[in-house]
């Protein structure tokens, strides 16, 4: 749309809508909280969750992410692909949770068979657990969010504005540590050693424009 303004008929400006992320995007976003997510359980539980409501929500909670890949249509390949995501639902329980699947139950009537399926009953956008309700059902501390470095959840103890404090100044740690290995000197040190600092034209008793001007024509004690 054209707006006028005191200099005459201009382009208003066009302010594009934010991208949604594509289905690959989103699943790759899934699979790194998802595998976060199994690293601080391996961390709390490496030989499995606990048999108690705690283990119950853990599994829950990893289901939920595990699902968030279930298809919504009636084809055949979208049918088979539900097949697929029920069976890496299955993997996960017998893995972390067997106790939830009892040999001397029938495999539909077991306590993983049952969560497995409410699971699947509930709409995408309330499977798709954010990073933030994940730290705090984990009780996720700041201490265990550095040393897992599991990035893709966040801290329970940490509110949004403290987290983008903490990202940007590991952002700006990170991008120091390139410019090291590029070689590039540090503010200080090159401020330290510049000529604006070291003022020779002072101790040669002349003024700046003349030693720059020497040094450009390559004359006087400059040149040497």
Same mark, same amino acid.
């Given at each position: 749309?054209?707006?006028?303004?005191?200099?005459?008929?201009?382009?208003?400006?066009?302010?594009?809508?934010?991208?949604?992320?594509?289905?690959? #995007?989103?699943?790759?976003?899934?699979?790194?909280? +998802?595998?976060?997510?199994?690293?601080?359980?391996?961390?709390?539980?490496?030989?499995?969750?606990?048999?108690? *409501?705690?283990?119950?929500?853990?599994?829950?909670?990893?289901?939920?992410?595990?699902?968030?890949?279930? &298809?919504?249509?009636?084809?055949?390949?979208? #049918?088979?692909?539900?097949?697929?995501?029920?069976?890496?639902?299955?993997?996960?329980?017998?893995?972390?949770?067997?106790?939830?699947?009892?040999?001397?139950?029938?495999? *539909?009537?077991?306590?993983?068979? $049952?969560?497995?399926?409410?699971?699947?009953?509930? &709409?995408?956008?309330?499977?798709?657990?954010?990073?933030?309700?994940?730290? *705090?059902?984990?009780?996720?501390?700041?201490?265990?969010?550095?040393? +897992?470095?599991?990035? #893709?959840? +966040?801290?329970?103890?940490?509110?949004?504005?403290?987290?983008?404090?903490?990202?940007?100044?590991?952002?700006?740690?990170?991008? *120091?540590?390139?410019?090291?290995?590029?070689?590039?000197?540090?503010?200080?040190?090159? $401020?330290?050693?510049?000529?604006?600092?070291?003022?020779?034209?002072?101790?040669?008793?002349?003024?700046?424009?003349?030693?720059?001007?020497?040094?450009?024509?390559?004359?006087?004690?400059?040149?040497?």
């Amino acid at each position: 749309m054209d707006v006028f303004h005191k200099s005459g008929l201009v382009r208003a400006p066009r302010h594009s809508k934010p991208r949604a992320p594509s289905a690959q #995007q989103w699943h790759s976003a899934r699979n790194k909280k +998802l595998g976060d997510y199994k690293r601080v359980l391996r961390d709390r539980h490496p030989y499995g969750v606990p048999e108690d *409501e705690a283990g119950y929500e853990y599994v829950y909670d990893a289901l939920c992410l595990i699902s968030c890949r279930d &298809p919504e249509g009636d084809s055949d390949e979208e #049918q088979a692909a539900r097949r697929g995501v029920r069976k890496q639902m299955q993997n996960f329980v017998e893995a972390w949770a067997p106790h939830l699947i009892p040999p001397e139950m029938c495999a *539909e009537d077991t306590a993983a068979a $049952l969560m497995i399926d409410s699971i699947m009953m509930l &709409p995408v956008r309330q499977r798709a657990l954010t990073g933030r309700t994940l730290g *705090e059902r984990l009780n996720l501390t700041k201490d265990d969010w550095e040393r +897992l470095e599991v990035w #893709q959840l +966040l801290p329970a103890d940490m509110n949004d504005a403290e987290i983008a404090s903490y990202r940007k100044e590991r952002q700006r740690k990170s991008r *120091e540590r390139r410019r090291r290995r590029k070689g590039i000197r540090p503010r200080d040190e090159y $401020l330290a050693n510049s000529l604006s600092q070291q003022r020779p034209w002072v101790a040669e008793g002349i003024s700046k424009t003349t030693w720059y001007r020497r040094r450009r024509h390559g004359t006087g004690s400059v040149a040497k």
